[in-house]
């Protein structure tokens, strides 16, 4: 089984499990960058809910934000208590277990936080990745915090 397919699986598992109502769909082209995502559904870019990976410490932390913004990672090294680096595409592997523009923001193990930041709360649901760079899942923002936590504000 390739590691996308894990990717998505994983995914796909993780919602089961917790009886999250989300529609994943498989796209036949890649949802690897938002405006990409955007186009093939049929959205703005707002209503993409991007994961960015930044190195901390030994570990990771996935920010997730409406793909109209940008992260601050100085506001996100002040949430995390320790500076953040970027990540590069085989450190987010590595640290994530998914491949750029496929990284979901769930579920992810111990070593890895996630912070959503509050330019999500503007929409009721968005669409995010689900584990591969074209499988994408459609989720109410509050199933989300739920997940995550309570919404932070890490956007420049």
């Not at 894990?6 to 109502?21: D, K």
């Not at 990672?73 to 590595?94: C, E, H, I, L, P």
């Not at 074209?134 to 915090?145: D, K, T, Y």
């Amino acid at each position: 089984m390739s590691n996308n397919l894990r990717g998505s699986r994983r995914v796909s598992a993780y919602l089961a499990e917790r009886g999250i109502e989300a529609r994943v769909v498989t796209l036949d082209e890649s949802t690897r960058t938002s405006q990409l995502a955007a186009d093939a559904l049929g959205c703005t870019v707002a209503e993409i809910a991007k994961s960015i990976v930044f190195r901390a410490g030994e570990g990771a932390v996935v920010v997730v934000i409406s793909g109209d913004r940008r992260v601050d990672a100085k506001k996100v090294s002040a949430q995390m208590g320790v500076k953040v680096g970027n990540a590069d595409a085989d450190t987010v592997k590595a640290l994530t277990g998914y491949v750029i523009g496929g990284v979901p923001p769930f579920p992810h193990d111990a070593g890895v936080k996630v912070l959503l930041d509050r330019s999500l709360t503007r929409f009721e649901r968005v669409w995010a990745a689900a584990g591969t760079p074209n499988s994408v899942m459609n989720l109410a923002v509050a199933q989300l915090r739920g997940i995550a936590g309570d919404p932070v504000d890490v956007a420049q």
